[in-house]
């Protein structure tokens, strides 16, 4: 099943303190906070949440079809991303703004403060989803990830219109989405996927309880940092899935894009959600250890013993179709 993922294309500027971000903050001074953070270290890497799931399903030879606006120096880019198997054809270039550019510092505690500028990001309402949707490529599933607000929205009725079954991702745009928008955004999406605080920020938003939600959805993916992944569906009871162990994480940023790259990878070859979420957390682990959203390579080989140690002997043959027969 070939996937679309749509969402943003950006450039990562990630930079490292030394030191602790709480410590910094004076309980009595958090109404005139003024802080300024020596870095010791700056990388500048490609990035976006829908590039960076669009990577790893390149990864894994399903040639995803990127949707999302940029500028015109996406040109370097946009060669890095057919190079590692992604069909750049659905991304809109702005002939005004600059691809978007997310700035992030990480402490010792693997704590973020970050920013985001959206650039020509705020274009990607002017992509037309149904006209790039059709044909005999058409793609099986739909990934709506973080992008500007109302592109997100007209990509799912886009979606409802032509009968595409598409996963939810708000992710980060909770924040600027009210509680109507997420209800349209989440309703009827075969996949939702939230972190713990997103799933919490998004009952909030909508008014649900978290029964009204997967009442709404078919099944509820929620990222679980070191604990793993919670699988959950209306009339089931919920599954865990432990995440890797023993990982010491490089940077933190992209692990969860890794995570839904793999998961969806496993998807789209009718793998059971409980192995297809293994293989994600798997890809994550890799992604983890490494600086930059796509610094990580897709190795089946690599990816399948990481599997078979962390969940057992024979964890890996329901995912023989992505990484190969194991003996």
Wanted: net charge negative.
């Amino acid at each position: 099943m070939r996937i679309a993922v749509t969402g943003s294309i950006a450039t990562d500027h990630l930079m490292v303190f030394p030191g602790r971000f709480a410590d910094q903050l004076l309980p009595d001074q958090l109404a005139h906070v003024s802080l300024s953070f020596l870095v010791d270290r700056l990388e500048v890497r490609r990035g976006g949440v829908a590039a960076n799931i669009a990577y790893g399903l390149g990864g894994f030879g399903l040639s995803p079809l990127l949707v999302g606006a940029v500028g015109t120096d996406f040109a370097e880019y946009a060669v890095w991303l057919k190079e590692h198997g992604v069909d750049t054809g659905g991304v809109h270039v702005s002939a005004e703004r600059q691809t978007a550019r997310f700035m992030c510092i990480t402490d010792e505690d693997a704590n973020q403060i970050a920013s985001f500028y959206a650039g020509a990001m705020t274009e990607a309402s002017e992509i037309d989803l149904r006209a790039l949707l059709t044909g005999a490529e058409r793609p099986g599933l739909v990934l709506i990830s973080p992008d500007d607000p109302s592109a997100m929205l007209r990509h799912t009725a886009a979606c409802r219109a032509l009968g595409i079954p598409f996963a939810a991702d708000p992710s980060q745009q909770l924040a600027r989405l009210d509680g109507g928008q997420v209800r349209d955004l989440v309703d009827g999406a075969t996949w939702l996927f939230t972190n713990e605080y997103e799933a919490a920020l998004l009952t909030e938003h909508t008014g649900w309880s978290r029964g009204e939600v997967l009442e709404a959805v078919g099944t509820w993916i929620t990222t679980l940092g070191a604990e793993g992944v919670r699988v959950e569906r209306a009339g089931a009871s919920p599954l865990t899935v432990p995440a890797v162990p023993g990982v010491e994480p490089a940077d933190p940023t992209g692990g969860g894009d890794a995570f839904r790259a793999g998961f969806l990878a496993a998807i789209s070859h009718g793998v059971p959600s409980e192995h297809a979420a293994r293989l994600g957390c798997a890809l994550a682990s890799v992604a983890l250890r490494a600086v930059g959203s796509q610094a990580h390579e897709v190795d089946p080989v690599r990816l399948a013993g990481i599997v078979e140690r962390a969940y057992g002997p024979g964890a890996a043959e329901p995912l023989a179709a992505l990484l190969g027969e194991q003996s």
